[in-house]
């Protein structure tokens, strides 16, 4: 989906700065568009480097209120902890965030420069705005949170005449002009030669897409809620280090603490606003790599305070320097994944896995897909790198909007007419689809997927056969091999993509067992457990390999991850065993996940009988 914003004006709200931008690196001459795309994210990653340490070096000018500081030592210590994996891991995605914290950055730099200076130009305050714009073109809540922690300086300093009264007038029209991009939504609505998401042409579907109506998560329950994820967001910053870095950049803006310019308060408003505008979301977990994005902000803030630390030790405590550069440096190699330990730039697990399910797909099929790690790369591969035509990919997901059925038709001319318009919701609708194209092959991604289209599925290597009678054997899948070889080679230097793996394999441990395969079952699931000792190659001779098909909903667990862990794996392949009388191996898997949690089912057993074992 990230990647399709080359061609359209991405999912709501459209981040149209970032699809202009990607649009022109993408067509550079030579350079594969995709590792231009991830270019862009590091250029301004890295470039943020420069409205951080302006912001730092504005703070520690000579003043009757502050100490002096050696601002030679304010940048080098900004670019030691821009490598924090905090600021890193967003910067080597292709993503929107990099590009909206630099310009964020970029207009509280710019504001806090023109206080100091008492500017009584528009100037100043008009490139304030246009930063601020271009930032929401980008990512909107990135943009807020740094507006609303910049507003009681302007207002104060309004009251106090010591900024102009007339400067909300220019910051406002910097903000409209830099917004303005929004207006490329509008232009690009109507074209039917590349996915337009949500396809916002008229009032109602205009109001659906910047509402962000198809993203309207479901918030907190209640106060509670909200502050256990506070609780668990501190916790996971205390995993990676980044609370120390929170602190120790507050101790610099209490050293440089001034009457005017941004400090203290900015620095805490925005890290208390962008935490609990994370904290709220009804569909929590801490590793959440989005997460990354929105905390980038207070991180650079962050460093920005640790480089006034540096600067004060310059200054007044020069013999401590060196140690406190040494403090830094062994600070960025612990904080996992280590710099010496990233291994995303051989990353290619959902590219690879996709492409493979696409080759694999018989002629003419239909595949239907229901989760973002196969949707977005099967998308890409097949409508910009023109990989298997012939396949008609529904992604299950949005087949509730009549857009997406209008592109999928534009594409597939020769697919059969069906009813769009019916009772039944989104499972009746592609039921009637698969009816009036009932000549194709069909593929799925899970069973509890083919389970809410009433179809019966059968092992294979990528995707799920839909056929009536299945094979008496099923071997692991090609799949999870694969996924085992990537996660030995990547290990946690590419963060999520573990996570990743560890789902993909429980997704088809778990379809195995339910088509009545134990044995492949938890092979697979095992696929996607690192560092597995203890257990050699005859340990799985206890499990039948052939039972009756089971119909059992999907394991879930606690506490809730982004994506999968690997004692999630342990625990199901330990019930399955379990279930199928393998009791030694039972109680080994189980074992090994109570050693690798925490985790704790949400099932208590899976349903089991005579009939079923």
Known sequence: QQIERRQVGGHPF???????????????????????????????????????????????????????????????????????????EASTRIEVYPLAVFFALWAAARFSNAVLDEDTRTRAYFQTGLALGLAASA??????????????????????????????????????????????????????????????????????????????????????EWWSHVVDLFFWSLGNGLFALLFAGFAGYALYARRRGLGRFFYNATWIFLVAFIARNGVFAPDVLDYNGYLAIPAWLAASGVGLLAAYLGEHRIA??????????????????????RTRHRDRLTYDTGR????????????????????????????????????????????????????????????????????????????????????????????????RLGLRTCPSDWMLDVRRRCPDAAREPELSRYASVALSELGEGSPGTDGLIALMTLDRGHDLFAQGFPRAAIATLLA???????????????????????????????????????????????????????????????????AMGPVAPKIADLPTSPANL
């Open 14 to 88: 459209g981040q149209p700065l970032h699809t202009i931008l990607g649009a022109i690196v993408s067509r550079v001459p030579g350079v594969d568009s995709l590792l231009a795309l991830n270019a862009l994210s590091a250029f301004f990653g890295a470039l943020t480097l420069i409205p951080a340490t302006s912001f730092a070096e504005t703070l520690i000018r000579p003043g009757p209120e502050c100490p002096e500081g050696d601002a030679r030592f304010v940048a080098p210590t900004i670019a030691v902890l821009g490598m924090h994996p905090v600021l890193w």
């Open 139 to 224: 990512n909107v809540v990135c943009a807020f949170a740094v507006a609303l922690a910049m507003t009681p300086r302007l207002l104060i300093g309004m009251i106090r005449d010591e900024i102009p009264r007339r400067a909300p007038r220019p910051l406002f029209a910097g903000g409209l002009l830099g917004s303005s991009l929004y207006l490329y939504v509008l232009i690009i609505a109507r074209r039917t030669d590349v996915v337009v998401w949500g396809a916002p042409t008229n009032l109602d579907s205009i109001v659906h897409y910047f509402t962000a109506a198809d993203f309207a998560s479901k918030g907190v329950d209640s106060w509670n």
């Open 320 to 341: 401590w320097t060196p140690v406190a550069l040494a403090v830094l440096l062994l600070f960025i190699m612990v904080a996992p994944p280590a710099p010496y330990q």
């Open 356 to 451: 493979e399910a696409l080759r694999a797909a018989p002629l003419d099929a239909v595949v239907i897909v229901d989760r973002d790690h196969w949707v977005g790369p099967m998308w890409y591969l097949q409508e910009r790198r023109g990989l298997r035509p012939d396949v008609t990919l529904l992604a299950y997901g949005l087949a509730s909007s009549s857009w997406y059925w209008d592109h999928l038709y534009r594409r597939h001319p020769d697919l059969q007419l069906f009813e769009l318009r019916g009772p039944g919701g989104r499972d009746a609708r592609v039921q009637r689809f698969l009816q009036a194209n009932a000549g194709r092959p069909v593929q799925v991604a899970r069973v509890a997927l083919a389970g």
């Open 528 to 594: 996607g457990v690192p560092h597995l000792e203890g257990l050699d190659v005859n340990a799985l001779a206890a499990v039948p390999e052939r039972a009756e098909p089971l119909r059992i909903p999907p394991p879930e667990y606690q506490p809730p991850v982004a994506l999968g862990h690997p004692a999630q794996n342990l625990h199901y392949a330990s019930t399955i065993a379990a279930a199928t009388g393998a009791t030694a191996l039972a109680l080994k898997l189980e074992a090994l996940s109570r």
